[in-house]
């Protein structure tokens, strides 16, 4: 149990008063039974007497009342005060007794005291000092009860001074000092009665602990520390010191001059020790305290920096809503000093909307007893601005608010962008919207577009079909023209042979007919007629087999063009003994085509390359496959290739066509359809047909057959 | 009496004919060659109609048939001939210009008994009716005439 508590729950005068009522009810005890270890408690020592006993019995039970009574109930208080009363009484009867010398029979009443011992001037009557002694607990007691300042001071001092009294009883035992003068004839102070006494002394004087004298003991401050710590010496060394001064004096040790000269110097070294040593820890609480201080008031400034350097406005308010501290920040936003916003309210310096409106959250918030964000306005050179006020209740060391603390920060930016920000995506949304609406019409347009297309499509469908229909009935067209031109060269091959058959015929039989009668000239004449018409029949036939060419089907199958190539140049060698012919044939593929007809192809090639080297001491024929060609993986190109007299590049464009010669027939004899014939033919396997030359430098005929044996009719 | 049967010439131009009989002349054949100059011709000369009612009634021993010829067409002419009972035995040549593939299919799947194109040449003219003379009236056989 600490200090502070042992004194406020006032343990010494419970103790006291119980240890009163105790002591008092033995000493009545041993008075009724007679004991005498009870009333006088070492044998021979003077007893207790019986309205000793009675009086602690009233002050006990008043003590008792007294700190009971700060429970404020009057009946305690009353019966309190009649007990004090009752020892003033017994007290006073007991000291006019001793000084008028009558006897009112107060002291014999209860218990007769039958003998009369040394130290008992008159029988069962206490003790004069017992009695001026329990007057004063009677007026401390009686002083206690106010709640005056003085007059708590007076009921300690009272306490004090019976104090003071038992005190001296008290050493006076201990040093076995005889009191034989004044008032030490009379009867003498019991032991017990002088240690209650002491008892009581602490009881009253520590009934009102925080009050007056006792408060030097009681508090936490320096001068109690002090007091604490020199008391006990200051009681105890003197004491002790004066204890063992009179036991040297009476061993014969020394004299009463030099006892009081030890007493005297070693008491002075004790407690100037004892103050000198309770001073360094004085001393050194006091630099802790300013040390402490001086961390306070650092904190304290640091605090202020804080406070003074935050952008946010800080204050703090009492309870009435006064300010009790402003930061800079406050000072530079509203303009206000601090020494004239300290104890003003918000209502002095805002319009009161707005004022209520602060006070509103200041209330809420001390109400919710925690920390609130509000949103506030404010007026701030005439602009309005938005704070976020987070406004928290302050609480004492007690637990109890006593003020309130706001932090506000400026938000007008903040809101202004989240403004804008809010202002920007509404935008954007109507942006978006429109951009959606603007697809939605695309997308509609293009529906239509599509709709429109899908229209036309099947127009061009329907053209198509139309295109087709047109195309299959000009085939049929074609195709009866064909027949037509069929019938046409059908009749051709018959009656344009009748008549040169006819001519021939006649001519052979005007000859047989004349027997050679005929003069030169006319023989000459029969001569040129019958070659006439046999040129002319050569002319019908190879007319009719160019149109057969053109209307026969294909018949496709492989053929291999080198066997193919080989056996002709084979029929030719024969009939060309006399000519000296270098061949060059190279390897030929295998294609698919109509066998007959490349074979015509290839004769006709290979006869014009025959008949235009004819001239030549030496002739070359090269027949195989160009490589050079631009797409051989889509067809294959074949040349065949004489050193022959060549023909003018000018003319190539006339050289397949029917009836084109590009020599005279005295050069070189030919009607000019084999090249007619063979691009004919190529054609119709869906192959290109061209040709090189330089005059007299022979020339080079090419023709491609695709590989795919795609035709092309 | 076994009678010379004669030879039937269909003919329609007449130097054709002039230069056929020159020909066969050629050969110097006993038989007579009877011309005729049209298809319809032909068919009444073969079935005893119009000028030819009252003509002998000796089957000829060969028929030289034109194809092109006004009226009705050699090849006309031909399937009566062959799918006649009476007449089909009687050996027909198409003796003729045309050397259309068709004509000599359609010819031969009627039954014609040789196609011969005339030559333009007079020389192989001549030796190729020489050579039809000699073939079907001396080194072949013919058969029976029906109406003796």
Known sequence: MDKENFFQKRLFTKIAAVLAILVSSFVMAGWIFDIDILKSVVPGLVSMKVNTAICFSLVGTSLYLEQERFRNNKYISHISLLLIIATVFITIATLFQYLSGYDLGIDQLIVKETSLDARTSHLGRMSPITAISFLFVAGSLYFSRSKNKYSIYLSQVFALIFGQIALICLISYVYGAELSYGISRFTQIAIHTVITFIFIFFGVFFLHPNQAIASIITSNHYGTFLACRLLPFAILIPFVFGFLRLVGERMGFYGTTFGITLYCSSTIAILVLAILWQSSILNKLDIDRKNKEIALRESEQRLQAILDNSTAIIFLKDLEGRFLLINKQFEKMFLIARQELIGKTVYDFFPKKL????????????????????????LQNGEEHTYLAIKFPLYNPQGDVYGLAGISTDITQRKQIEKELKNTKEKLEEIVK????????????????????????????????????????????????????????????????????????????????????????????????????????????????????????????????????????????????????TWCIEKLPIVQADSAMLELVFNNLISNALKYSGKKSETKIEIGIDLTSNNRTEEVIIFVRDNGVGFDMQYVDKLFGVFQRLHKTEEFEGIGIGLANVRRIINRHGGRTWAESFLGQGATFYFSLPKNGEKNE | MNKIRHILLAEDNINDAELTLEALSENNLANEVVVVSDGAETLDYLYYQGNYRSREPIDPILILLDIKMPKVNGIEVLRKIKSDEKLKTIPVIMLTSSREEKDLVDSYKLGVNAYVVKPVDFEQFLYAVKQIGLFWLVINQAPPNKNI
């Open chain 1, 434 to 581: 429109e951009r959606t609406r603007e697809l939605a019409e695309t997308n509609k347009k293009l529906r239509l577009e599509a709709i429109e297309n899908k229209k036309s499509q099947e127009e061009i469908k329907k053209l198509n079909e139309n295109l087709e229909k047109r195309v299959i009935e000009r085939t049929k067209q074609l195709e009866t023209i064909n027949k037509e031109l069929e019938a046409f060269s059908y009749s051709v091959s018959h009656d344009l042979r009748a008549p040169l058959r006819h001519i021939s015929g006649f001519i052979e039989l005007l000859k047989k007919n004349t027997n050679n009668n005929l003069s030169e000239k006319g023989q000459h004449y029969i001569k040129v007629i019958s070659e006439a018409s046999k040129k002319m029949g050569v002319l019908i036939d190879e007319l009719l087999s160019f149109s057969r060419m053109g209307r026969s089907e294909l018949r496709n199958a492989n053929v291999d063009l080198e066997k193919m190539v080989e056996k002709l140049v084979k029929s030719y060698q024969e009939s060309l003994k006399d000519r000296k012919i």
């Open chain 1, 355 to 378: 004022a209520d409106c602060y006070t509103d959250n200041d209330l809420q918030a001390i109400k919710e007893g925690k920390a609130i964000e509000y949103e506030e306005d404010a």
